[in-house]
């Protein structure tokens, strides 16, 4: 008998997906699959048509890699001109792109999401049922529990989801509550979530690579910092935690645009003025008073348009007291969103959390010293999320904290990849041991595979798990976009480090990432404008000087090159990056005796600082020394530390192109084909 089914999907998602066609088969439903993966374009042809003619539905398998894939697209077009009936079948969030809006407007979908398999699956039986698939042997028990495939499109259906858990310290506690009740007036009647996850669907799903576009039809709000208005002392990241913690909170939350607003610490200016600035529609404002074991927070939302409070609470409690407040936060929420609360977000939320107030106080001040991304900063926050751990050993954030210290070492050439990535790759795992849905872990670990295993399809894997766990973390999408970029996935790239930007557009770390894509598509002029964004958002950023160089050295314009080069050397003590900017500038400028200079220069700062074999392999590039420049990239092939941000090192080291030695290295490194 011929199969009823034919499934379309992409090569990348065949385990998930064959997994998935053994229980359609085992619930004997026919179906046709291209067993060996997504045909290539030699294999397309006759047999596609035959199964796709011949099959009574469509299972169409949708993600990032199949709404890109063209035979997939292919596939679609022939089943909606034949009017077969299409099941879209989500195995994450993904955009539906304009080539498939027509054929997929109007469809119902099943989410067929990680955790949520066995729901979705009997959702599947029974759409493939209603379909006339005929013998589906599961799922037919679930008829109830399953909204009917019709072509009908309604209003986009959110699952928030708050709770508490029994002895979580107050803090958390409090964030919960705001958390909910912000919640309650942000997701207004009309868009009542569904309670039933996994089941088919009336709407699209926000796609976890989306870019800007998408993230502006959110509802966005901001959480300005909480200010502390009680002693000092002792209790000076209170009202920071306060703040840091709700915003975590609120960016899991997939129907709200929550962007950063710590630059409006202590600020005079009004509400209107803050959300044109921010372009929010809302703020969250709060203080925070601790004396004498008593805790007050008093929190307001307010609407930036017509500076109206939307909605105000004052919490007064026993530091202490905790079950009341569970219990108090526990009725807000559910009063307010008139819901029963998901066990899975409340975990969710819940376990990102220490027990230990002052565990937390440690955190953010690692967190705080991390971000100066000073060889100084960033060895120091380790010590601070070591004592935070000594303090709650269980406290995944702590350890993602460690790990976010030593990428960052090794990216800004404090640290030898082959010694520092080990330690944060075990501090990563031991993270997602104690938190499986831990954003921030899955992120970084995304920069373990990627810079240091040199694992593509294994770093944007996880880097897709952190944006879909909390599609508002503005370092996944950034650091997703270095990825993007090194694969020549340009357009992407830029998409990921827009919705950075747009999370977190006073950063200008996130400024970077985008001038950078702009200098790797030869746009110096575009690069420029973004250098000199960041420098004036922080003069002291190390890269700063240096972007604004190798913009104008891409514009040929090798004297202005140089003197930025010389600028940041000087500032910077030194730094190799710098020294091999002004050593480039020179060999064009002709000036061959000072490049040699500057590479010996290069060499005896080994004495006393790590200068990473890249930097070596540039010197000796630069002063001409072909052989020895291959001797160094060797080097830092087997120290694991090739850089392949920003630049592709084939294009760097252009000359070198041809020689067995230089061109074994990147079949070793397994880069994708070089890009013109």
Known sequence: MSAEVFVSYARVDRERVVQLVER????????????GGIHGASLWGQEIVDAIESAKVMVLMLSDASITSDNVVKELSI?????????????????????????????????????????????????????????????????????????????????????????????????????????????????TPDPNLGQAQDSQPSAAGSAVAQQKNKTSLAVIPFRNIGPALGNSYLAEGMHEEIDAMLSMTPSL??????????????????????????????????????????????????????????????????????????????????????QAQQNQLTKRQTKSLEAYNLYLQGRKMWQTRTREGMRGSIEKYELALAKDPAFALAHVG???????????????????????????????????????????????????????????????KAISINP???????????????????????????????????????????AVIYLRESKFDAAKQFGSRMISLDPNYVMGLHLLAQSEFGLGNFDESLRLADEGANKFNNHPMYLTAKMRALRELDRLEDVKRLRDELLKKQESDLVPAMMLARGEYYSGNMEGSIAELEQALEDRAIELFPFDPRKEFEKLIGYPRFDAIWEKVDLPPLKN
């Open 257 to 342: 645009l929550v962007k950063n607003a710590s630059r409006m610490k202590n600020t005079t200016l009004d509400p209107k003025a803050i959300g044109e600035s921010l372009g929010v529609a809302s703020i969250l404002t709060g203080t925070v008073r601790q004396a004498g074991g008593q805790l007050r927070v008093t929190v307001k939302l307010v609407d930036t348009k017509t500076e109206a409070n939307i909605w105000a609470k004052t919490f007064d409690k026993t530091e202490s007291d905790v079950f009341s407040v569970q219990r108090e936060i526990a009725q807000s929420v559910a009063e307010g969103l008139k819901l029963e609360l998901g």
């Open 79 to 191: 089943a909606s001109e034949d009017k077969k009936p299409i099941l879209p079948v989500y195995l994450h969030q993904a955009e539906i792109p304009k080539s498939m809006r027509y054929q997929l407007a109007g469809i119902q979908h099943i989410e067929y999401f990680e955790g949520n398999e066995d729901a979705a699956f009997r959702s599947m039986c029974v759409a493939l049922s209603r379909l006339g698939v005929s013998k589906v042997s599961e799922g037919g028990n679930a008829e109830g529990e399953v909204v009917p495939v019709t072509p009908h499109r309604a209003e986009p259906t959110t699952k928030p989801s708050a709770g508490v858990e029994k002895g979580k310290w107050v803090t958390v506690l409090l964030g919960l509550a705001v958390v909910g009740l912000v919640l309650m007036l942000m997701l207004r009647p009309g868009k």
């Open 24 to 35: 359609m088969r085992s619930a004997d439903v026919r179906v046709w699959i291209d067993e």
């Open 472 to 514: 508002n973390y503005p370092e996944a999408r950034r650091w997703y976009s270095h990825l993007l970029l090194m694969l020549n996935r340009f357009r992407e790239a830029h998409q990921q480090i827009d919705v950075g930007i747009e999370l977190k557009p006073t950063s200008p770390i996130m400024y970077f990432g985008k």
């Open 402 to 464: 460690i790990a976010d210290a030593y990428n960052q070492l090794i990216g800004y050439s404090y640290a030898a990849p082959n010694v520092a990535s080990p330690k944060a790759e075990r501090e990563l795992i031991r993270a997602l041991e104690l938190n499986p849905q831990l954003s921030e872990a899955y992120a970084s670990y995304g920069d373990v595979k990627y810079n240091y295993h040199w694992d593509w399809a294994g770093a944007e894997e996880v880097y897709k």
